[in-house]
């Protein structure tokens, strides 16, 4: 898990996301299933009670376990001209956030041999259209499968 981690931060790259995520993630490992709840809300609290402040850009933070939400709250202010406060409501254009945490959750995959970067897609999408073309889980991840971006003129349209 340490690998993972490890990765997770070379992804990431980004001094304050670095400390925070391995301080949840710390906290998320290191107390077994039977105690999680309060101490488990105690401990995320005083981590993100620390980062986020009344009056600062806030954030929303949810860890789950097997389907089941161990932890939802919500941090600062979603708009700091307005002081409208943050809520876990809150609709986010997160964009291209979400890669990263993909990318993990791929190699955590391949790190116990349930899937191969060399896997082509089709065995996981039988009827994907690849059009002749070899398409691997390596290709997604590296962005160098050729798929043209789907959202590309959805977006222009909303954004117009």
């Known amino acids: 898990m340490a690998r993972l981690v490890e990765k ?3 992804m990431l790259n980004v001094n304050f996301s670095k400390h925070l995520i391995v301080s949840i993630l710390a906290v998320i490992f290191c107390f077994p299933a039977h105690s999680f709840g309060q101490t488990l809300e105690n401990k995320i ?3 993100l009670a620390e980062k986020f402040g009344k009056e600062t850009p806030g954030g929303v933070f949810l860890v789950s376990r097997k389907g089941e939400t161990l932890y939802e709250k919500a941090f600062g202010l979603a708009n700091m001209e307005l002081d409208v406060e943050m809520t876990t409501k809150n609709v986010f254009e997160i964009g291209s956030m979400t890669k990263q945490f993909t990318a993990i959750s ?5 790190e116990s041999g349930k ?7 089709t065995k996981f999408i039988p009827d994907y259209p690849t059009h002749g073309n070899k398409i691997t889980i390596h290709h997604l991840l590296t962005h160098t499968s050729g798929i043209k971006k789907l959202h590309k003129h959805e977006n222009a349209q909303r954004h117009s």
Request: proline residues 0%; hydrophobic residues 60%.
């Open 8 to 10: 997770m931060i070379k």
């Open 45 to 47: 609290d005083q981590l």
């Open 106 to 110: 791929i190699l955590m995959l391949v």
């Open 115 to 121: 899937i191969h970067l060399e896997d082509e897609i």
